[in-house]
């Protein structure tokens, strides 16, 4: 067991690692590498599996309305935290909410589940960015449009992965060879910036980050397992579901802070806590359920 799930994290905390030690060595920019990435390489990924033969969204209904209730009441249950810890809600919560389920989710999900968990682990992935950019956004800035969401190219490659899936639309074996190679940038890439970005993080309020760093894996994982038996959702799907909510803070909600100007380097202590957290909490979290 400790060699199987030693195979499973030491791949992504190495990458992040290798990411972290680069950054405070180099200090590269990466707003080009991340640019491309999220415009680019992940788009790319998000196509590729949803848009395979072998996809079939109506197996994965449980999993998105799971994943949902999931990001919704990790919101609802960490309301009351930031208000017992005296900090503004929209600096606390969305950490909370919205997790690591693109820099970490989807290469923890290949490697404890293999290939054929992508298709689900990328439905998990959509629906914590689509509700980032929606509800997200909306909680740190009401007066925000959300009419143009569709034009994040993450969500576009989505909407196109689902037309060609649902309609059955034939792709030419040489460009879904060129896709595909595009989208198996994304994941070590992701890794990589992670640790990069991490050198960016300030330990501000650290007792208020390892309050965070607790409340969104347990809150998460309480979720799940209701879900789980709300649904009936049972196996590989009920036990991504259990890691899903077991994920710490995505790095995006450091950059929506700094963005709409939300107390960013309180939010880059939270993300840093929780991620440097999730070293220990998602290692015990796969022991659980492999």
């Not at 990001?71 to 950490?95: D, E, H, I, K, Q």
């Not at 970490?104 to 968990?117: H, I, N, S, T, Y």
Request: proline share 6%; aromatic share 8%; hydrophobic share 60%.
């Amino acid at each position: 067991m400790f060699e199987r799930i030693a195979g499973i994290v030491f791949p992504i905390y190495a990458i992040v690692a290798i990411g972290y030690a680069y950054g405070r060595w180099k200090k590269p920019d990466m707003g080009v590498a991340n640019e491309l990435n999220m415009d680019i390489f992940v788009p790319a990924l998000v196509f590729s599996a949803l848009a395979a033969k072998s996809f079939d969204i109506g197996q994965h209904l449980g999993l998105l309305a799971g994943a949902t209730a999931v990001v919704l009441g990790c919101g609802l249950l960490a309301w009351p935290v930031a208000r017992l810890l005296g900090v503004p809600v929209n600096t606390f919560v969305p950490p909370m909410m919205f997790k690591n389920s693109g820099n970490m989710g989807l290469p923890l999900a290949v490697l404890a589940f293999g290939e054929e968990a992508l298709p689900a682990a990328v439905v998990l992935f959509l629906c914590s960015n689509l509700l980032h950019y929606s509800l997200g956004t909306w909680m740190l800035d009401h007066k925000a449009r959300l009419s143009t969401l569709w034009r994040v190219p993450v969500i576009a490659a989505a909407l196109a992965g689902l037309a060609v899936s649902l309609l059955q639309v034939p792709v030419w074996q040489p460009l879904w060879l060129g896709i595909k190679m595009l989208g198996d940038i994304s994941i070590p890439l992701l890794l990589f910036a992670l640790g990069v970005r991490l050198t960016d993080s300030r330990h501000a309020d650290w007792k208020i980050s390892l309050v965070g760093a607790l409340t969104t894996p347990l809150a998460g994982v309480l979720l799940a397992l209701a879900v789980n038996a709300t649904l009936g959702l049972e196996g590989r799907d009920a036990a991504m579901l259990i890691v899903f909510g077991a994920l710490p803070p995505a790095v995006l909600n450091y950059i929506f802070a700094e963005r709409y100007n939300q107390e960013p380097d309180r939010a880059a202590s939270i993300v840093l806590i929780g991620n440097t957290a999730s070293m220990a909490i998602i290692p015990l979290t796969l022991v659980w359920i492999l």
